[in-house]
Antibody, heavy 117, light 111 residues
Framework: QVQLQESGPGLVKPSETLSLTCTVS????????WSWIRQPAGKGLEWIGR???????NYNPSLKSRLTMSVDTSKNQFFLNLNSVTAADTAVYYC???????????WGQGTLVTVSS | QSVLTQPPSVSGAPGQRVTISCTGS?????????VHWYQQLPGTAPKLLIY???NRPSGVPDRFSGSQSGTSASLAITGLQAEDEADYYC???????????FGGGTKLTVL
């Protein structure tokens, strides 16, 4: 059964870059879409974007100018980079494997990223 | 302001049936894009509950069902149990944004 694990700094300074890694285990990263979704404390879910194993991406237009996603199939990992962060980017970030009809089928446990000086 | 509108809260007694609505527009649900539903128990990651309008992943009890008509979708929970107390989110594709969007979420309280 596939499992996802987010990793990265829990604290990022304003104006710097938030970088997260999602490691996929128990299955191959190839031939799937992989997404990032975030959730500020006490608030709802926000779709950030997704990447196919070939590297093709779709981004949330509200974040597109600051966002880069990439994938390393040899390591079974995919990555999120969000630059010029502000306090509004403070949230739990989830990595997700997409399933049928782009449903968010399998979720990582999530990692809290706080933007603060 | 979410593109998909859900009631902030619903409640029901054990054994009862509750429904959670998800209201969209002609550029998402009304355009026949699939709606998915998620359950988020306190302190945990969301879990896929219903995909593509009406389908349950393996392991999801048949007490949970989804429907979709026009510009709205609904999640129904029958035989309500204490363990169903959670936040529920709908999701669909928004063509005007070329992005997937979530409803604002509904907190289900089991009385």
């Amino acid at each position: 059964q596939v499992q996802l694990q987010e990793s990265g700094p829990g604290l990022v300074k304003p104006s710097e870059t938030l970088s997260l890694t999602c490691t996929v285990s128990g299955g191959s990263i190839t031939n799937y879409f992989w997404s990032w979704i975030r959730q500020p404390a006490g608030k709802g879910l926000e779709w950030i974007g997704r990447i196919y194993s070939s590297g093709n991406t779709n981004y949330n237009p509200s974040l597109k100018s600051r966002l880069t996603m990439s994938v390393d199939t040899s390591k079974n990992q995919f990555f999120l980079n969000l630059n010029s962060v502000t306090a509004a980017d403070t949230a739990v970030y989830y990595c997700v494997r997409d399933g049928y009809s782009s449903s968010s089928e399998t979720w990582g446990q999530g990692t809290l990223v706080t933007v603060s000086s | 302001q979410s593109v998909l509108t859900q009631p902030p809260s619903v409640s029901g007694a054990p054994g009862q049936r509750v429904t959670i609505s998800c209201t969209g527009s002609s550029s998402n649900i009304g355009a026949n894009y699939d709606v998915h539903w998620y359950q988020q128990l306190p302190g945990t990651a969301p879990k896929l509950l219903i995909y593509a309008k009406t389908n349950r992943p393996s392991g999801v009890p048949d007490r949970f069902s989804g429907s979709q008509s026009g510009t709205s979708a609904s999640l129904a929970i029958t035989g309500l149990q204490a363990e169903d107390e959670a936040d529920y989110y709908c999701q669909s594709y928004e063509s005007s944004l070329s992005a997937w969007v979530f409803g604002g979420g509904t907190k289900l309280t089991v009385l």
